[in-house]
Structures are given as C-alpha cells and as structure tokens.
C-alpha cells in the first residue's frame, strides 16, 4: 500500500515536470490555480459582500473610466452590486458545477463502461443502446430541458449535467476496454489465475485511465461554458447565488448604457474556460500522444 | 450495394426516432405537478368537475401505458398536442416558426463552413506560418468562448458602438418578402426583392457569427488536422509525381480525404448548433423555435416544450443520418 | 540520359543538419536498368526523390545538378519540372496500399496521369482516354480491366495495386522509370511477377530503370548495372556481374556475406557488426570505419574519394587509392 501511494507520488511529481516544461500547459495550470484561490477565499478576497448594494450606487463604470471609482474596480451594475466581487464569489459555481459534474460523469462512465467493454453480452447492449439513444439530444438541449423541468438549483444543475455527459466517458472506457482486453499483458494476467474484478482495475484500468483524465481536463470547461449558458437563460443556480451566466443576464438589458455589466463577468468566463482549455490540451500532448481523446 | 447500405442506415433511425419518443415522454410525464395544475394556476378558481374534465380531454386519467400509445400515434399523425399558454396546436406554431430557425442555422452552418475549411486547409499548408498560428490562436479562442457573451459582445460592439448592424429580429417592419419558402434571404432572391434581401442578410449576420463561431473554431482544428496527416500520405507524393499543380494536388487529392473526418465533426457539431439555437434566438430576438422553446419553458408550457423537443431531436438525428449518407459517398471504404 | 553529379541533400534537425544524400553521382544509359542497393535509411528513397525534386520540406537539395537529356533538372523553373515529372521521368512507389489514393477510382487516377501531360498537345476525348487506360491496365497484367477500372483500391490485391501503379507510371510513356522498393511490400511470389513485368517492361519499351531495393539478392538477378550506398553515399559502382563476383569495398562484401543462399555450398551468415552511423556531424571521411574488419588507422585520418579503377567500376575506399 506505501509503495502505492509512493509510485503514484512519484508519477504525480513526474507529471508536474512535464507540465513545467509545457508553457502552454503551465499558463493554464497557472490561472486555473488562480482561480480556484479566488473561489476558496472568496469572502477574504472580495471588497463587498456578493448581494449588497445601493441603487444609489447603481450603474458605476470600472475604475479606469470617466466616472468610475477606484472603490468599485470593474463597476457595479442595476442595482449597485460591486461586480469584481460578484465575479469573485461566482467562480465558485462555475468551478464546483464544473468539478463536480465532471467528476460525477468520469466516474459513472468509469464504471458502467468497464462492465460493459469488459463483459460486453446483455449488460453492454443494453447500455450502449441506451447511450446511443442520449446521443441523439444535443447536450445544451438535453440540459436545458432537464432544468426546465427539475427548476433551478445548485444539485439540479449537476444532476443535469451528468445525465448526459457520463455517455462520453462510457464511450472512450468501454471503446478502450474492449481493444485492452485483448492484448497479451490481460492474456498473460487471466493465465495466472487473477480475478476479473483485479484484471479490470488492476492492469487494464492504469492503461486506459490516461485518456480518461484527459478527457476530463477538457470537458470540465465545457460544463463550466454549459452551466453559465444556463444561469444566462435563468435556468441555474438559484436567483441571487452570483453565477457568471446570470450576471451576464442582469445586463443584457442595460448593454446600450453600462456596457461593463455584461461584458465583465463573461471575461472571466472565457479566461477560465480558456485556462482550462490549455490545461487539457497541454496534458493530452503529454499523457495522450495516441490522440484517443478529440 | 450502397443504395442498400444507404437504406439500411435510413431504417436504423426509426428505433432511435421511436426511442426519443418515449424518453421525451417519460420525462415529461414522471416530473411533479402536472400540467393540469399549471393551466388551473393560470385560470383562477375551477370547480373539480372542470378538473376531472380536463384530465379527460388530455387523457390524464388513463393508465400511463394508454397515454403513451396515444401520444406516440398522435404524434407519428404530426399531432403534438396544444400549446396551454397559446391555446393553438403544438404543431402549427413550430410550422410557424421554423423557417426562421432553419434560415439561421443554415446561416451558421454556411459562415463556419466556409469560413473554417479554407482556414483549415491553409493552416496546414502553411503550418507554422503567421497566418496558421493567427488563425489557431483564434480558433481556441472560438472552443473557449461562451456563445452567449460573444453574442453579447458583438451587439455591444457592432449594433451600439459602431451602430452598423442591426442587433434584433429578422427584419423591419413591413419588409418580408412574399412567403414562399419562409426562409427570407432565399425569398427575397426569388421574389427578385433587393431591398429586403439586403436587410435580411444584415439581420442574419450577427446571429449567424454567433451561433456558426464555435463550429468553425472547431472544424478549422479539424481541417487542419486532419490536412496535415493527409500530406503525408504517400498518395500526395504520387499526385505531384504525376505532374500536377501543388494548387491540384491540394484541391483534387488532399481535400477530398481530409474531408471525410470534418464531416463526422459537423454532424457531432449539428448538437452544438441546435443547442446554442436557443440562446442566440433569446440574444437576438430571433422568432424561431429555439425561442419559442425558452418561453415555454418559462410558461412551464409542457406540450410546447415537448412538442420543441421532439424537433431538436429529430433533427439532430436526421443531420447525423445526412452526415452518415453524405459519408458513403466521400469514403468508398466505408461500411454503415 | 541521367546524370547526377555531387548531389546533395540535407535535412534539417534539432541536433544539425543531416545530409542524407552526399556527393552522390551516378550515370543511366537509355534502356539500362540501375540497381541503387543499400540499408534502409542509407538515402536511397532520397535521391530518387530528389531528381524529381520532390523532397519534402524541411529537406532541401544544396548542392550538386541532375542532368536529365542535356538539361539541369536543379536549375529548372516548378512548371518546367512539373512537365517531366509523370511525363518523362515517372515513379513506382514503395507501398502500392498507401500511394493510390482511397477515395479515387483505380482507373480515373490511371486516366488522371494521361490528363495531366495531354492539356497542351490537343484535346482527347474521355472515351479514347478510357481505351488508352485499359489498354495499360491489360499491358501491366491487370485481369478484366474493364470491371477493374471502376473499382477502389482497397478492393485490390496488393499485387494488383502495384500493377496499377506501374500502369500510372508508363500512362505518358516515360523514358526513366524511378522505381522505390517496389516489391518489398508483397509477397515474395508477387514480387517475382512484379519485377518480371518491370524487365519486359525495360526490354520492350526501352524504358531505362533506376531501381532501389535493399535487397541484393533481386538487385543481381534484374539490374545491369549496381550502385551501392551506405550512410548517404556511394560506396561501389560498376555492372552487376563483376560486382556481384569480385566486390571491392568491404561494405558490398558484407553485404554479400548475409545473403542466405539455398543452393549448396551452404555456409554460415556473418551478419555485418554494428549499425549505420548518426548521419549528423559526418565527415568526408569513410563512415564504414567502424564496422569495417579490414580497417586500417589511416581511415580514421584521412578523406576518401569514389576512385575509378577501370571497366566502369568504381570504389569509394582507402584500399583503392
């Protein structure tokens, strides 16, 4: 169990040199940490409390503009709510929908697409049919949907993130499983008598779970862009939670006016997803040379 | 041979077709509050007999398997119900609304096409150029960029700022073409109308960059890719022994099995598109059924939004069955 | 009708430029077949490609001229070179699977080849086109041409596909035919057809042949004359019977060493020692050195060059000076 832990160490501190050695990598990691610090200290970090303002105050451009104050950096919006802290707060639900959905998905795919791939027969057909019949909605569609039905929520957003999204990680791991299992190394392991439970997560499931993880680093921004797509429609978190989808929404109606209301928080969007992006892309070069993951 | 194989991967849709169906209805049926509810919290106080009336007329209290066989044969008849908040049939206002969303997904679908593919294509023939690292730059920047801020910032931008484009709706006032198509670039050709073709491309314009942005980003990656392994297949090399122009080689031999995986991306991609759909609608103003669908869902409408539904599936399956069928033709190894 | 003299290629790497072809010369008659034999990676595919002028970048020719029928192939604009290229000069590649393009039909690129060299001497209608390339399809062995003519390549045997190749290599009626390996990818019966059908191809129509294999066993039974490579340059030169019963360099020597031979008298295979050299940082000095069993402490010391030793033979080694 030691040298588990210390073979994973090695291999954690091993993946870290690469990423150092990988710019585009590194800037990603970067900013991602960037803003998981921001998300973590939030209430240390923010200049005012996410959901108080005056309307008094309303309307305030950012800092460098004519009119603005150093007071309120990016400016406030309709009703006087300082939006560098509301950004600040909001990388919470972005970070946590988008980890834990992903998490959720990677983990379910995991499961069911090694069985699958694994024992193929019934249980595969069945589950592959039944992922071939969720492929048919388009994702956004499905989610949307789902929201519209469940109501706005933090758990209802991920829970209708996950009903669809787990299908990709059950195609990569069963799709892999199956061209796995018929190499030499499982061949030699079933020779010496192991247990298909120990041959699954013990030889074939270190050789595929590159990809897995790869695959994962990517789709995170996709859920992040797909929840604040949400938020945008009023169909996400609860109204007052600061999202960044909704705050982009709170100022569609004043774009001709106070432009910063909008365009603020969908910075930080993109430049998380792009973080992100880069991040994943960085560690398919490393991990993934065989491109199993697009 | 391939007329049959053709047929074969027609017939496989229905299953699917079918299988959506049920699942729309499922979630649809097993969700609380039912739409009885939702009609009488509109219509103030009602009696229980008009509640016992209505669930008879929608079926309602019949066992759930009988409602099922009802709704899929009327919905196999093009039936899909009526609409709670707008007291019309389901089908006729999608009918209404559809041209404008297939006008601006065709819209999409041509400016990230025609856009991504000679991008792609030069990229890769260029690799490491200025205009390749410029364009690949932009294009990460496209997977990256949430739909409904850069929608938003392109109003900013371009309606409110430079005031050159307009930022909602299909049209001005009073402009429409005469109806044949629906489709009002296309009926202001026919019809040989100048003026409002001219509006009516200006108006598509933002929403067709919007919502075309993150499949071009994606298929120019695609193309690229996908050019790059092609160029170094030996069958380039023999083009060019042959003879012929780089100009030929690229164009005949190069683009055509470059070609064939962006195709597969454009059919994965047609879900992006449909989903996006109703956001840039909602951005825009656009009368479509993508709108039509986010009201709905606000209307907690649920016929609508069953009714909406089924069209995205539907055609996200038939765009994959084209992309599969166009497939065939552009890869003769394939087997359906 | 060919001549190169001091060809040069290089490439390009991180770690400095490699010149996979050096100082290379060689001579072909009208009608004769040349064999180019060495190791994989030696440059063989290298030179063929680049008297085409074909290397693909970041490769670049730097020095030397390719004399083809009086003119420089090096010194020639793109346009003029892609006039002979198919024309005059045609090419059979290595692997027939991966050079005819999937998404064409085997006799539409037969027909493309005739197309692209006919613009300019007056226009032929499709259907004679069509006869044409059946007519060649028949001439290099392809059985039913007129139902293969439709066909994919995947729906070829790769014998059929090399035939087929050759067909698109002799559509213009080339006097120079570059031949890359073109039986290493089949099968060994295969091959015997294929390199039969290159030699009627050689007696009937004249076509002289630069043929690349690295295989000497088929280089001697088919080629008239043999240039033998190692690490970028030639090494031997002369007419294939002399070579192949008295060679002169220690490297054709080896080489002749590993050839299994099935008629008695056996003898042991003495594989040659070592491996080929990093080609970067060569010098002009021999590159054979440090696998050779008959080195002196000279080598390492001074240059050599291809020395001529007469009856057409020549020989790049120390011995010889």
Redesign the interface.
């Known amino acids: 169990m030691l040298m588990r832990v210390r073979t994973v160490a090695r291999n954690l501190c091993g993946l870290l040199y690469l990423i150092c050695r990988h710019p585009s990598a590194l800037i990603g990691l970067v900013i991602l940490v960037a803003y998981v610090v921001m998300a973590l200290f939030a209430p240390v970090l923010a200049p005012y409390p996410p959901n108080t303002g005056s309307v008094r105050q309303s309307f305030l451009p950012p800092a460098w503009q004519e009119g603005g104050s150093p007071a309120h950096l990016l400016g406030t919006d309709h009703v006087g709510r300082d939006i560098l802290s509301r950004i600040i707060y909001g990388a919470r639900v972005s970070l946590w929908v988008g980890v834990l959905s992903v998490a959720i998905s990677m983990v379910v795919g995991l499961v069911l697409g090694a069985i699958s791939g694994y024992y193929r027969g019934i249980i595969d057909d069945v589950l592959s049919?039944f992922a071939?019949?969720l492929m048919?909605?388009?994702?956004?569609?499905f989610a949307?949907?789902?929201m519209?039905?469940?109501g706005p929520g933090f758990f209802n957003l991920i829970a209708a993130l996950t009903f669809k999204s787990w299908v990709e990680f059950f195609r990569l791991v069963r799709g892999e499983t199956i061209s796995e299992k018929t190499k030499e190394y499982v061949e030699a392991a079933r020779a010496q008598g192991q247990s298909n439970f120990r041959i699954v997560t013990g030889e074939i499931l270190p050789n595929i779970i590159h990809s897995v993880v790869v695959l994962a680093t990517l789709r995170v921004?996709y859920m992040i862009?797909t929840e604040?797509?949400l938020s945008?429609?009023?169909?996400g978190v609860q109204p007052g939670v600061p999202a960044w989808?909704s705050m982009?929404d709170d100022?569609?109606d004043y774009?001709?006016t106070a432009?910063w209301v909008?365009?603020m928080p969908?910075l930080a969007?993109?430049l998380l997803?792009?973080a992100?992006?880069?991040f994943g892309e960085g560690l398919r070069d490393i991990l993934d040379p065989r491109l199993k993951v697009d | 041979m391939r007329g049959l194989r053709v047929l074969e991967r027609i017939l496989s849709t229905i299953p699917i077709v079918f299988g959506v169906a049920v699942i729309v209805f499922c979630v649809m049926r097993f969700t609380p509050g039912d739409p009885i509810d939702v009609m009488m919290g509109r219509e103030g106080h009602v009696s229980q007999e008009q509640i016992d009336a209505l669930r008879r007329e929608f079926g309602l209290d019949k066992p759930i398997h009988v409602q099922l066989y009802m709704f899929l044969s009327r919905a196999v008849r093009g039936d899909l119900g009526n609409s709670l908040t707008k007291h019309r049939p389901v089908s006729a206002l999608i009918r209404e609304r559809l041209p404008a969303t297939v006008e601006l997904a065709l819209g999409a679908l041509v400016f990230s096409l025609v856009l991504a593919i000679p991008i792609g294509v030069i990229s890769a023939v260029r690799q490491y150029s200025f205009v390749d690292r410029a364009s690949m730059a932009a294009a990460f920047f496209g997977i990256s960029m949430p739909a409904f801020w850069l929608g938003i910032i392109s109003i900013i931008v371009f309606s409110v700022r430079l005031g050159i484009l307009p930022s909602y709706g299909r049209l001005p006032y009073g402009l429409e073409p005469a109806r044949v198509t629906g489709l009002y670039v296309l009926d202001s050709v026919l019809t040989g109308n100048v003026s409002s073709l001219v509006a009516a491309l200006r108006h598509l314009l933002l929403p067709s960059v919007t919502l075309g942005a993150p499949m071009a980003a994606i298929v120019a990656r695609v193309m690229r890719s996908s050019m790059l392994e092609v160029l170094r297949q030996d069958y380039v090399m023999l083009a060019r022994a042959k003879g012929l122009t780089e100009w030929a080689v690229i164009t005949r031999h190069a683009l055509v099995n470059a070609l064939i995986p962006t195709v597969t991306v454009v059919g994965v991609q047609t879900g992006v598109l449909l989903g996006g759909n109703m956001i840039v609608e909602t951005i825009f103003s656009w009368p479509g059924i993508g709108r039509l669908a986010v009201d709905a869902i606000f209307n907690r409408d649920y016929p609508l939004v069953q009714g909406v539904v089924m069209v995205y599936a539907l055609t996200f399956v038939l765009a994959n069955l084209a992309v599969d069928i166009l497939y065939t033709y552009i890869n003769p190894k394939i087997n359906l | 009708m060919l001549r190169i003299h001091n060809l040069t290629t290089e490439f390009p790497t991180r770690r400095g430029a490699v010149r996979a072809v050096e100082e290379m010369s060689l001579s072909l008659q009208r009608g004769q077949i040349m064999g180019l034999v060495g190791e994989s990676g030696c440059g063989k595919s290298v030179t063929l490609l680049s008297i085409l002028r074909l290397v693909a970048r970041p490769g670049r020719i730097i020095s030397g001229s390719i004399h083809f029928e009086g003119r420089d192939i090096l010194s020639m604009a793109p346009a003029e070179v892609r006039r002979i290229r198919g024309a005059d000069i045609a090419m059979v590649f290595q692997d027939p699977l991966t050079t005819l393009n999937p998404v064409f039909r085997v006799g539409e690129q037969i027909r493309e080849s005739l197309r692209v060299h006919r613009i300019g001497t007056g226009r032929t209608s499709r259907r004679e086109e069509r006869e044409t390339v059946l007519s060649l399809m028949k001439e290099v062995g392809i059985p039913s041409p007129e139902s293969r003519y439709w066909q994919y390549p995947h729906e070829f045997s790769g014998g059929m596909q090399q035939r087929a190749l050759i067909a698109i290599a002799l559509a213009c009626r080339p006097k120079l035919l570059l031949a890359d390996e073109p039986t290493t990818a089949l099968d060994v019966t295969i091959q015997a057809q294929i390199l039969e059908l290159l030699s009627r191809i050689n007696s009937e129509r004249g076509t002289a042949i630069l043929f690349v294999t690295h295989d000497l066993a088929v280089a001697s039974e088919f080629c008239h004359w043999i240039s033998v490579m190692y690490a970028g340059r030639i090494v031997e030169q002369g007419p294939v019977d002399e070579v192949i019963a008295d060679p002169l360099h220690p490297y054709t020597e080896g080489l002749l060493r590993s050839i299994p031979r099935l008629v008695k008298p056996r003898r042991r295979l003495s594989p040659i020692p070592g491996d080929v050299p990093d080609l970067i940082g060569l010098t002009n000095r021999c590159s054979f050195e440090s696998r050779c069993d008959r080195r002196m402490p000279e080598c390492a010391e001074r240059p050599v060059s291809l020395v001529d030793v007469g009856g057409g033979r020549h020989v790049r080694c120390i011995l010889y000076e």
């Open positions: 049919r071939e019949l048919a909605f388009p994702f956004l569609l949307i949907g789902v519209a039905i469940l921004g862009i604040a797509s945008f429609l009023g169909i989808g982009v100022g569609r774009v001709r432009w909008s365009t969908g969007l993109l997803v792009l992100i992006n880069l």
